[in-house]
Structure formats: structure tokens, C-alpha cells
């Protein structure tokens, strides 16, 4: 099934990874449950252990089986990956490529949806933040992300290394799309974000594919920003942002800085989505796997709960979705400042849900 | 001559510009004459009417003539360059690549050297900025902005636009050393942005040059952050950061939002260096032409100024370079919200030159 209302059951593929992924996703899953119980939407989840702890254990990354059987499902929903910085076992692994873009890139996740909010009483780097409510539609198959890269005389005095951003306007125009149809159901207020004036056939495409989809939106209010002076704004003005258009490199480094203003990457969600529903689509928080506080209880499971009210909101279960964020906003709105563990702020969460 | 101090006369090229570039060039002038009053230095300078004005005129946008003549000096002043954003005959003109790029690539300004300050008083958007005191050395000839790109079908839903990333041991070498060199001179504290997780190629060669420099250099702490991450510190820690080192377009991306955090892009200089001496050096505030306040002595010559202390600095005159950096000190200090003109801002630091 693409979407889960047409049945009463959801396949779930858990992800929990490594480093604080699987304590974020246990409170994920407890939230998830909370705002389904009793709805008669039940989620069969299979847990896939994947990651650097699996890399070490087996030398496997994410195998063609695995990735068989990940696919299967209707939707998946991922802690992080990662192992500690520096471990030497590790030097050669890159877990993020073959593993979370991998997936990314085999399911066609062509859409990266960050939404940014600020919400009330979250305190954040910013003196004056003002109203803080946008997404991030990041393209997610294309760009400098592709790998088509590489190097001669590796190591070398005359080593040259280069990195191709490959764009294509099948992928460009599809992501833009979306991101005006979101912009529809928004404030009608679209940004385009590149670096037209360098990278002039990267940026050329998206400029192109904006002007030409902005046509069939007459009411959409287009604008554009190189990322140089878009970086400026997320911290002068990041108000003036409804709807951001950009690649998937720009998105990455947008995403985090616009979490970082909305008061830390320990609140920011995301969805890795295939519209189409030709894949399933992965929901992960925007934070990595924090080996260094790892099983010690003090990661938020925030980002990772709201990651769970995308994925219900994506499976068309859009009354839960917005339960489980109206009772991320209650906890959020009472937070004193006092420190809970990664599990108190789950069961809190998972309890008004329950109330 | 490649230090001024080995003559009493040296040769600068001025580009004021478009745009507000005039205005602010006007006030470093002034600067500069003051600065070096009385002290047998004199600076012999050539206008260079460059720009959208010329372009817009001529049809030229940078002619190997000008080319030649400019580098036949011993430096140059440049204020800023770019037309009104959407003028319909600039279309096709790209100023920025034609002219700011190709000057940068033409006389091997590989060191974008952009310093990042918070002043005591000047009003910034972070809430708690804490010490803010940092350079970024912006590799700038190579990496994203080579030029390297290309689109077929261009306009069709066929279309594929690449863009290459290329990077040499060569190039990330001589960068990376003068990096590591200005760290010895500052707090030896070092740090590599790149998004070696990704880019594996264009990341891994500077990561290798880095690690194999570093050996020369056992007193310089070294650490690596992806480009995400950096943005997030820049934000919430600035005061973690003395050297940053980093590709053209992550430098690009960095200093932008660096200059905010500092107050704003008023206050950001930079210099286009070759350290080498075989070309001249270029000097100019990180801001853009701001068309829009053009000619109406709204904008802030600071930025201006402190390049010309960057240059006086890289012709060898520290004195004279240091002096300009307390005038302009000084004049932020006494800064009490009301508003001046560009040539009133330009007086007060030319009048404490000359007390
Ligand atoms: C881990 C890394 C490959 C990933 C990315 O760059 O996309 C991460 O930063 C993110 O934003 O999800
Ligand atoms: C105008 C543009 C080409 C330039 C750049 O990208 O280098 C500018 O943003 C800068 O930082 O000097």
C-alpha cells in the first residue's frame, strides 16, 4: 500500500543506527504508538540493524538484500549513522554514503523536506528572532551529491581531484514542483536558492525550471538568493522565508544553520520523500548519532518524534500527525529548563497523546 | 616593486565600481592618504572605470588591455562591482564572473583572505556572540569556481547541466601552508571545513594535504568540521574558531554569514592575495554594490577602510596598516546609533589618522 488509510496496516522499517539512534527512535516509536493506539492503524515494524556497528561487526554497509528488504515497506523510519570520529576501523568505511545516501539515492527520495519553526519559549542563538516558520524542500538525488567524482595521482604532488554536481531538469523540474505546490498550501512565497552567478549551467537549470513552473503559479511570490546572502538572512532576517527551493549540497548547509536558529538541530525533522510512492519514504531527525553522549540518556528525542508526525502526516494520516505535533508544542511550551532524560521526554510526549 | 617599502612610490590600481563602490572607495582613499601622510610613501594611483556602467557603455566587461595594465601595479583597491539586479541589459553579462572572477583567476589571488571580528559595541544578531576574532583563508583559484561546466539540451526537459569541482595538490597545498602559516602567527589553532563525507574526492585532497602539512607543524591544533556543522558553531560558538581553511565556495558561504554575525557585511574586508608577489594583490570590502542605496551616502565605508589595511598590511607597511586598524577601532567605539554619511564615517577615521 502507498497510503495507510487505504489499510490497517502500516510495514514500518526501523532504522535505529548507532551512536543515540536507538534512543531517539524508541521514543519515536512509543510516540508513534501513543497517537495511533485505539485507531485501529497499527504499524508492522521490522527492525533493520544497520550501521557502524553492524559495518564492524560484519564489513556490511546495507546490501543488496537488505535494501530489497528495506523497500518493501511503506515507510521507514531512521535514529542516525555514524561511529565515532576518528575510529580507525571506520577510515575506510563511510557509513553516510553507503548507507543513508544510498538509501536516499536507491529509493528515489527526490524530495528532503526540513521544516523549520521556531516554537515558543525554545531559547536559540538569536537576540531578535522574530517568527520563525519555513521548509526546506532540498533535492535529494542530484547536485554535488551524486559521487561522480574522482582523482588522478592520488596523493601526489600532482594529484587532481575533481567532483561533478550533475543536475538534470527531469530531476530539477520534479522537486520544484513540489516545492510550489507546498507553496501553494502555504503563504505563496517561494525562494529559490543558488549561486547563479558562479556556478552558471548548476544554477542556470533550477533558475530556468523556477521561471518556467512559476508560470502555472501566478500567485506564487518567487524570489531569488544566492546562498552567500540566504546564509545572511537565516540569522537577520530568517522571517522573510516561507518556501525554500535549492540543490542538495545548499540544502544541507541551510538546513542546519536554519536548525541551528531555531533553537538546535535536537528539534529538527525530516522527511526523505518519493511522492510518487514508487519507494518508501525514510524519516529521520535532521541530528547525527552523537557517539560521545551515547547511551547516557541526554539526547532530545524531539527531532526524532517529529520526525514520526511527518511520516504519519506523508502516510496520509493527517489528524495523528497534527496530535503528535500539538503535544511536542504542549512539552515544548512547558520545558523549564530542567533536564530530562531522552525517556521522560518521550513519555511525557507519548503521554499527552494518551490523555 | 612587491613591498611598498622598498620604494617610496607605489603603483595602485582603484576599481571603484557600480553601485556604492564609488562612494566607499572615495573614503578608503582618504584613508589611505592620511595613513600614509608624512611618512615619504606615496601612492601613485590609476582609475579604472570597470563595472556594469562601463560594460553597459562598452559592451567590454574586462579587455585583456585592462587586464595588463591593472597587473602592472603594485596592488589594487576595488569597491564593488555588480548592476541593478534584473536590469534586462546585463542578462547576459555576469559582471561578477567576467570581472571580479577573472581578475581573482587571471593575477593568482589564491588566498581570499576574509578576517571576521566582532568590534566591542557593535550590535550584531546573536544574543551572547561571546569573542568573535577569526580569519578565513578561502582558497581562490580552483574548486567550485573553476568555471568547469557545462548543459546539453539546454531548456528541453532533456537537459543535463554539470558543474566540476576541481582541485589540485598544487593548489590545496600552497593554500593550506599559508593557512597553517597565519595559525602559527595567531593562536595555533587550526581548522579544515569541507564535507569530506560527501565530496570523497574534491574533501579527501584537502584532508590529505592537511594532515600531510600539519606534520611540519606539531604545535598547530588541527581539527575538521563539515560545512554544516561549521555554519551551526559559526552561529552558536563562534569564539571556537581562530584559522579556518576551506574550498572557494564553502569560503564563499562561510564569510557571508561570519560578516553578519559580526554586525553585517558593513564592517567585512577581504584581500585577494597572491603571497608570491607575481601578480598584485587585490583588496575590498566582502559586500556587494547595493544598487539600491547608491549615491546617497548611506553606506558604510568600514568595510572599505579595514581593506585598506589588509593591503598597507601586505605591501609591508604594518604600522600604517595597524594605525587605520585602531582609528577604525576606535571610531566603532564612540559609534552611538547616529546615523552619518559615508564621507562623514571616511573623515572621522581619516581625522583620527591625521591628530
Ligand atoms: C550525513 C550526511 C551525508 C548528511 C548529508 O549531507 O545529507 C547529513 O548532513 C544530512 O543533512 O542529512
Ligand atoms: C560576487 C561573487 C562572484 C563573489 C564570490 O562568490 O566570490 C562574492 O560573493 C564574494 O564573496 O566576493
Known sequence: ???A?????????????????????????KVLDAATAGTGIRFDKTRFSLGAARYLETGDTLTDDDLAAIAAHDAILLGAVGGVPGDPRLKNANIERGLLLRLRFALDHYVNLRPSKLYPGVPGPLAAPGDIDFVVVREGTEGPYVGNGGS?????PQEVANE???NTAFGVERVVRYAFDLAERRS????????????VHAGGIYQRVVDAVAQEHPEVAVDYLHVDAATIFLVTNPGRF???VTDNLFGDILTDLAGAVTGGIGLAASGNINPDGAF????????????DIAGQQKADPTA???SVALLLDHLGLQDQAQRVTRAVEDDIAERDGASRTTAQIGDAIAGRLQA
Open 280 to 291: 518508501p519514504s525514510m524519516f529521520e531527525p535532521v541530528h547525527g548519532s552523537a557517539p
Open 188 to 199: 505563496k512565497k517561494l525562494t529559490l536558492v543558488h549561486k547563479t552567478n558562479v556556478l
Open 1 to 3: 500500500m502507498s497510503r
Open 5 to 29: 488509510h487505504e489499510s490497517t496496516v502500516a510495514k514500518l522499517a526501523v532504522i535505529p543506527g548507532d551512536g543515540i539512534g536507538p534512543e531517539v527512535v524508541a521514543e519515536a516509536e
Open 164 to 166: 561533478t554536481s550533475v
Open 152 to 156: 588522478i595521482r592520488t596523493g601526489t
Open 304 to 306: 526524532a518524534i517529529l
Open 242 to 244: 516561507d518556501v525554500i
